[in-house]
């Protein structure tokens, strides 16, 4: 099968059976690669087995995609859906510039009917670079959020997605800044009752105030409390940007630092995804570790927009659980696969610049990191992150032959082929992505 081969008819329900190359990370730890492999999926859409390919055949028909690659799905710990089309805007400006220059009047702007037309071609190009499940900021406005929600589940993508909140510092220009808070909150409890946990736990509601610049102190107690209570995912920002940082210790003088803030709102904890972390002190990643919060790592926004480099080896020595996010339109780039590339590029730098011996992570490294840990960090992993038996079918088949280089070869080393994955990704490399077992409409137009 070249690369201009048409695929075999794929399977769009389950059940079903592939023949195809496999690597994926093990919940256990370390890397299952085979190179022959069988992967079944039952009728509710779990791996029902995962195997060698039996040396004696199967009678059975099956679908043969080798050489593609069966991975799990990728995991998106940070996009922000009215952005996208404001992807590659802004280069080098600082976070606070770079919102109010760009993003906020876009913002503004994505009521129902925008996202209507606008979610849908975002999730088709999600799924065309391998993104199977990701976890997502809206915009102040309900109607949009509810939108969006629509639009994942006809898509058939896993998905986590909040209103954005902000009672003060805000683009919403329909309600009295008084009434702010309490809006934000009705809204969050109605799309909470609506959507958390929908399609048997595929769409998940996630409280979202924006980050503690937009923030008032009881807006953010109160947020924390409504997640508590209902038991839905909390996601914000942390130590970004230095003006961000800054305008935090001018807001916030009687915490110790940026992460005390949202400890003192009592937002801490396993549900808890902060974006980016770049900045923390040892006593704000000792306290990450403590209160089993997760971060979101965004390689490629953090240098686009000149944030920083985050110590990725630091924090993943110190058992922080960190997976990967795109943050567009902070990052021009949807692709997980770019976020392990430039990640890769950033520890690498930081290794040369400050005479580190430690190696920067490795390709499986970066896999787990865009796959289980992603998984983990939304408190799925034992619902998907892996190819294994029991867990739900999120998977991708990726063709290999397209990152080749002139004269290069294939290689069934897994190290190596996952290095050509990540480094030399190109478009319409991810051939198929599924979840629960059930394939996901695309588009070739992934950034």
Request: aromatic letters at 6%; proline letters at 8%; glycine letters at 8%.
């Amino acid at each position: 099968m070249s690369p201009a081969t048409p695929l075999p008819s794929l399977p769009s329900r389950p059940p079903w059976r592939l023949r195809a190359r496999l690597l994926t990370p093990l919940a256990a730890g370390g890397t299952r690669y085979e190179t022959d492999a069988l992967v079944t999926v039952d009728a509710a859409g779990r791996l029902a087995a995962v195997a060698s390919w039996p040396a004696g055949g199967m009678m059975e028909p099956v679908i043969d995609l080798r050489p593609l690659v069966l991975l799990p799905g990728m995991v998106d710990l940070h996009i922000h859906l009215p952005q996208v089309p404001a992807a590659g805007i802004g280069a080098g400006l600082d976070l606070l510039t770079w919102l109010e220059r760009h993003i906020f009047e876009r913002e503004r702007r994505f009521r129902a009917p925008v996202a209507e037309q606008q979610v849908p071609e975002v999730l088709r190009a999600m799924a065309a670079a391998g993104t199977t499940s990701f976890l997502a900021y809206g915009a102040v406005w309900a109607d949009s959020t509810d939108a969006a929600f629509r639009a994942a589940e006809a898509h058939g993508i896993r998905a986590a997605i909040g209103a954005v909140m902000m009672d003060r510092r805000s683009y919403d220009d329909e309600t009295p800044p008084g009434e702010r808070m309490d809006r934000a909150l009705t809204d969050a409890e109605t799309l909470i009752a609506r959507w958390d946990g929908a399609d048997d736990g595929r769409l998940r509601y996630a409280v979202t105030p924006r980050f503690a610049v937009s923030c008032t102190a009881e807006l953010l107690r109160d947020s924390a409390a409504l997640a508590a209570r209902t038991g839905v995912l909390w996601q914000t920002h942390v130590s970004e940007d230095a003006g961000e940082m800054e305008a935090v210790r001018d807001l916030f003088p009687e915490a110790r630092d940026y992460l005390d803030v949202y400890d003192r709102a009592g937002a801490l904890g396993p549900r808890t995804i902060l974006a980016h972390a770049i900045h923390c002190s040892e006593r704000e990643v000792d306290r990450l570790v403590e209160s089993g919060t997760r971060t979101a790592h965004c390689p490629v926004s953090n240098l686009f927009i000149s944030s920083g480099v985050m110590p990725l080896v630091d924090r993943l020595e110190a058992g922080a659980i960190t997976g990967l996010g795109s943050d567009v339109a902070g990052s021009p780039e949807l692709s997980v696969f770019a976020q392990m590339r430039t990640g890769f590029y950033a520890a690498n730098a930081r290794r040369v610049a400050l005479g580190d011996p430690r190696p920067a992570p490795d390709p499986l490294t970066f896999l787990r990191l865009g796959t289980y840990e992603g998984a983990r960090a939304l408190g799925q992993d034992a619902l998907t992150g892996s190819i294994e038996p029991g867990r739900e079918a999120d998977l991708i088949a990726v063709d290999p032959r397209l990152t080749l280089p002139p004269g290069g070869e294939d290689t069934d080393d897994p190290l190596q082929l996952m290095g050509r994955l990540i480094f030399r990704e190109r478009p319409g490399m991810v051939r198929a992505a599924w979840v629960r077992g059930r394939l996901l409409p695309s588009t070739e137009e992934a950034s």
